[in-house]
């Protein structure tokens, strides 16, 4: 008679931790589509496989290029030197809030029409066309010229995915991104007048 194998108790982890103590980690290998979405997540809308596929395609890189910002914006309100101390860190503070908060609406989005959006900063990484800043030492005025030129590339990218929405009937998400679009060109501006403290970015 053969004697059955005893099972190996899993232990689960309410703090999250492995058994060694360890972080927990995903068993994922590479990166989730975002479309279409498991069964679980597909919420159901009117338009289109190919239309939800499109919009969500359009917008999960303005997700993670606000992610991207929002880290760079951060970044030099924390390592501000100089006599424009006090001016450029409440600037810059304002400005990465706004971005921050931009980024919940556009994932919801995403949600309603059955996509599904970044599950990491690993995966936001692999979507982002903002380049990160790690250099040690960044000048003031040259915070000011780089989120400048970053936040034209944000505007031109929302407006082209704002194009993308409205031609695939998504009318919810294209007015979001005509929002998100004023907010970031009411950025470019104010940093654009703050760059003619010293040489005019064009």
Do not use: C
């Not at 068993?27 to 069964?39: C, V």
């Not at 597909?42 to 395609?57: F, I, K, R, S």
């Not at 005509?178 to 501006?189: C, S, V």
């Amino acid at each position: 008679m053969a004697t059955a194998t005893p099972q190996k108790s899993v232990t689960h982890q309410s703090n999250g931790a492995g058994a060694d103590g360890s972080p927990a980690q995903s068993s994922a290998r590479g990166f989730p589509k975002t479309y279409p979405a498991p069964t679980q997540l597909a919420t159901p809308t009117d338009l289109t496989p190919e239309q939800a596929q499109a919009v969500t395609d359009a917008v999960n890189p303005l997700i993670a290029d606000a992610f991207a910002l929002y880290a760079k914006t951060k970044n030099f309100h924390w390592h501000l030197s100089g006599p424009r101390f006090r001016e450029l860190h409440l600037l810059f503070d304002k400005q990465a809030t706004q971005i921050l908060e931009s980024i919940d609406p556009m994932v919801e989005r995403i949600r309603k029409i059955g996509g599904t959006s970044v599950r990491s900063l690993t995966h936001a990484s692999k979507l982002q066309t903002i380049h990160d800043d790690n250099d040690e030492f960044v000048g003031p005025q040259e915070m000011v010229n780089r989120l400048l030129l970053d936040n034209r590339h944000i505007a031109q990218s929302l407006r082209a995915a704002s194009e993308t929405a409205d031609e695939n009937k998504d009318l919810a998400t294209a007015n979001l991104l005509e929002e998100f679009l004023d907010l970031a060109e009411r950025r470019a501006w104010f940093l654009y007048e703050v760059a003619q403290t010293s040489e005019a970015v064009h």
